[in-house]
């Protein structure tokens, strides 16, 4: 009898000591590298689909059993595992991993991306960290300051406004000198970047000389940008992010300073030119004590047309991917207020990207990108004229107020800073655009070595502009013919189609000699329409409208022969 209870006592024993192995238990710590905690390290349990993140202190939890293998992965450090024991805390310094030569680039749209060490020609790269951190409405200004040989200028102060990129200088006199963009395999249209989220963008590859470019023929004469965007992981967990960004922008500073009243009145009636040399009774030359009744009013016109622009970024995005699907998908919603009265961008983005593998040997995808923006435009922003507030904010006489006694806009002949102002509140500009980059494309491993690929590729857009003048403005009462205001509309369609087949041959030799063979057929094809007018004698009631244009074709011919 004691016998066999001894045996129970102990089969007893080793059951609980089995269940105490075997028991979960919580496993807690902090990782960090040479300057400190790092947030967003992946934490996961080899072999077993359980993991989690570090937080913004570098802390982190999870629940593991003794013997199992924490994996500590983080973009740029070298991975370390840890082996779970009678502890439950569990705390790493990683190290950075150094990967300059074995950097992969896409070093053009037709093939996947090489190693650096295997590129000989001129490429510079520039990666999502590099563009992310930076609240631009336009990509290629984000460019500016990434990659050396690129010089990137933008003389605007219009959110969204194309910059001008040049790749090595001027190439041409005459001819094109913006570099290609290719956007996911598809080429797409210099001066649209307003309508796409940069934050989509995985990697940008900048080819420089014409060892990288002569794969596309006379049209990279200036250079080529490869955009490829973000792409979701075979075999992972799904993954949320969700960025909010707030900046703030003001005009820069000047390295002059503008006269005051005083100082201005003196001088026209010094040079004997200006209201200083024409303004007393009769024309004469102004004298001290009516220059010193004119100079109590001192308009800083700066203040009036700049303010301090914002620019407000939401957004959230998914990625992910069982073992035979990947993707990556996110909305977007982007507002920016230029430093300038009226001028800003609205933007709403939609991506898709989805790649699945139908066979072990082929897959399928497509990669869409749908947007939408509204620009508030300033007039004549390009050149010196009086109604664009960059111009008015230094030409306006500062002895002239902004308002009358009676609260109305001092606005007539030669108020260059009321006029200019009246028509940034009142007159409108605005472009609306809607924009969709599409590629379809198919894959197929024909033999070991043999890869077969096809790509279908779309770029539409369709812009639609509107300028309309008020008649009771200033420059309504001006405007040539009719003196009562304009109602300008354009509408342009643009659909650029471009598909691709290629058959690509890779093999290794003697485990050190790279050998690819590859050929390509290639159709382009772009269809455009377009379509304005221009109507006068607006109806003051219907400002905006076509419906506002009250002179006929008959009239008009009548005030041109007068």
Do not use: C
């Not at 379809?440 to 300028?467: H, P, W, Y």
Request: net charge neutral.
């Amino acid at each position: 009898m004691g016998s066999k209870f001894s045996r129970f006592l102990v089969l007893l024993l080793v059951l609980i000591m089995n269940f105490s192995y075997a028991q979960e238990k919580t496993i807690s710590g902090t990782v960090s590298d040479q300057r400190g905690t790092l947030p967003g390290v992946n934490v996961t349990i080899k072999g077993v689909k359980r993991s989690t993140q570090t937080d913004f202190n570098g802390k982190y939890s999870i629940q593991a059993q003794t013997g199992e293998v924490l994996v500590f992965t983080f973009l740029g450090m070298k991975t370390f595992t840890a082996t779970v024991g009678n502890s439950s805390v569990v705390n790493v310094k990683m190290e950075e991993e150094m990967t300059t030569f074995n950097e992969v680039i896409v070093t053009n749209s037709y093939n996947k991306g090489e190693k650096r060490s295997k590129v000989t020609g001129s490429i510079a790269t520039v990666a999502a960290k590099q563009i992310e951190t930076r609240a631009l409405a336009s990509f290629d200004q984000i460019l500016q300051g990434q990659a050396a040989g690129v010089s990137v200028q933008s003389g605007s102060g219009q959110p969204g406004s194309s910059a001008k990129v040049r790749i090595r200088g001027t190439s041409s006199i005459g001819s094109n000198n913006e570099p290609l963009y290719i956007l996911d395999g598809v080429p797409i249209t210099v001066g649209d970047f307003a309508s796409l989220n940069a934050n989509d963008f995985e990697s940008v590859s900048i080819l420089k000389d014409a060892s990288a470019t002569s794969i596309y023929g006379s049209r990279s004469s200036a250079g080529v940008i490869v955009i490829t965007s973000k792409k979701g992981k075979y075999d992972s967990d799904t993954q949320f992010t969700y960025r909010s960004q707030i900046g703030f922008s003001e005009v820069g500073k000047t390295k002059f300073e503008m006269m005051n009243s005083n100082e201005l009145l003196n001088f026209q009636r010094l040079v004997k030119n200006g209201k200083g040399a024409t303004g007393g009774i009769n024309g004469v030359p102004l004298t001290d004590g009516e220059i010193s009744d004119l100079s109590k009013v001192n308009t800083n016109w700066k203040d009036v047309f700049f303010r301090t622009g914002v620019t407000n970024t939401q957004e959230i995005s998914m990625r992910g991917g069982t073992e035979k699907t990947r993707f990556f998908n996110s909305l977007s919603y982007f507002d920016q207020q230029g430093i300038a009265q009226r001028s800003s961008l609205k933007r709403f983005t939609l991506r898709t990207n989805l790649e699945t593998k139908t066979t072990e040997t082929s897959l399928v995808g497509i990669n869409l990108s749908l947007n939408y923006s509204k620009q508030n435009l300033i007039d004549s922003e390009g050149g010196l004229f009086l109604q664009n507030p960059y111009a008015a904010a230094y030409l306006a006489s500062p002895y002239d107020a902004l308002y009358n006694s009676n609260g109305t806009l001092n606005v007539g002949l030669n108020k260059v800073g009321a006029n200019a102002y009246e028509n940034l509140l009142i007159n409108q500009q605005y472009n609306n655009q809607v924009k969709a980059v599409v590629n379809l494309f198919a894959e197929k491993q024909i033999a070991r070595n043999l890869t077969a690929r096809i790509d279908f590729g779309v770029d539409f857009s369709n812009d639609f502009f509107v300028a309309a003048t008020d008649p009771t403005t200033q420059f309504g009462l001006t405007t040539d013919p009719g003196n009562q205001g304009s109602y300008t509309e354009s509408s342009t369609n643009l659909g650029k189609f471009n598909t691709t087949s290629k058959i690509v041959y890779n093999n290794t030799f003697a485990e050190k000699h790279d050998v690819e063979a590859a050929a390509y057929l290639e159709y382009y094809k772009s269809h455009g329409r377009s379509g304005s007018f221009t109507g006068y004698g607006i109806n003051p009631a219907l400002v905006g409208y076509p419906e506002g244009i009250t002179l006929e074709l008959e009239q008009l011919m009548r005030l041109g022969m007068d």
